[in-house]
């Protein structure tokens, strides 16, 4: 394009002077005829005449020949000065809008010195400046969106972003996924389905005024719904976006805790109201001696009761809070054992129990908590004997297999229902509530059981059928040296 533009330029000067020689030609042409009319007039003689008109033929093609030289040299000359005062620095310009339009970066070669500089190389130059902030300016913008699009991509919160006319401008995979949106849809249409009452012209418009907040109760899942309006950089509304929560987890926490204090009030409130009764019978009534015996029986079991449930609820609160420092020791697994069984023949023998302890002789020494497996054992061990029947059998093994050394307490007791197996671990869940009370259980041994086996990265299982007894498998990892 600028060659075509230096090339008409040169032809138009050219034009010029040839039209200019021409013209001189035709003038001395003109002269010549007149002077060829005048020496007619005159009595010359022919050779003088032709002699006359040679001499002027010969100066006219002399000067014509000079004019064009002449001409010729200075469209040169005129050519070599527009290419270098208007061609070349106009082709840097164009050059240089050109590459930035594609977004690159603008080379100036050769500029002159400050002096020579003309104005359009110094408005290259300028574009070269206004190139290179451009292009940073755009690099930082460029990063700054793909962090945001990052964050947005792998936050478990969702995120829609919607514009003033409710078309969805931004969506991630959480609120997809939360939401069940297969297609970008609109606004009414997400949210229709679920039955929400919300206006998107009212959160825009009277975002203060009305509520943004809003809460979906779906099959297995809780979704709170945080509506916010945002403005354009006039200060416009722009569009609304919603934040999408998963609140499952704290939905189950909260009432998980709501059951906690409603079962600690029932928990407490039985041996509470018990030993109301029998105080006040004590005190407002006369009793004889051996009334009065048997009920400050009843009211000490009562408060061993209150106490022991007390006991286990700080335990659970310890563990909970992490309050109980877990001190690991490396000890024998079937010393500790035996000295638990032998702790409990007294209470087997009253019941007329069956019970063997056998300790496999090549079981290494475990490393957890000495004082909570204890805990652990002497908790599964006694519930054994609670619920096995006069004359059962209860049989413990200590042995191991591949790195955990494992304790199996095997009883022939009633058995727990295939569908209670799943709750036994949950705080105050009791398969028989009666039974357990009378034998002042507090709904919370295998809970603070589980709890300790967790924090000694240690795991327990239970397998029973009713009528038939319980097996219980703890497994406990090794310290082999």
Known sequence: MVKSIQIKIVMVFMILGIVVITGLGLTFIYKLNYLHSEITTVNISTEEIQQLLGEQMKQTREIIYVSLVIFTILIILLGAFIAKVVIKPIARLIKSTEMIANGEDIEIEHLPNNKNKTEIDELVEAFSVMNAGLKENLNEVTRQKKQIETILLHMTDGIVAFDIEGKVIHINLAAKRMLNITNEIDFESIFDRFGVDINLEKIIYLDNWTSSEKKLNLEN???????????NENDRPAGVIVVVQDITEQEKLDNMRKEFVADVSHELKTPITSIMGYADTLIDSEVDEQNQKKFLERISSEAKRMSKLVADLLI???YDTAKIKIEKTEFDLGELVKYIFEGQTIEMQKKNLKAECYVTAD????????????????????????????????????????????????????????????????????VDKDRARETGGTGLGLAIAKEILDQNDSKIDIKSEVGKGTDVIIRIPTKIK
């Open 363 to 430: 079981v290494p020494p475990v490393y957890a908590d000495k004082m909570g497996i204890e805990r652990v054992v002497i908790n599964i061990l006694s519930n054994a004997i609670k619920y096995t029947d006069d004359g059962g059998k209860i049989t413990v093994y200590v042995g191991f297999v591949y790195n955990d050394a494992y304790i199996k307490i095997k009883d022939t007791g009633r058995g727990i229902p295939q569908n209670d197996l799943q709750k036994i671990f949950d705080r105050f869940y009791r």
């Open 316 to 318: 659970l609160s310890k």
């Open 221 to 231: 899942q809780a979704i709170n719904l945080f509506f916010a309006p945002f403005k």
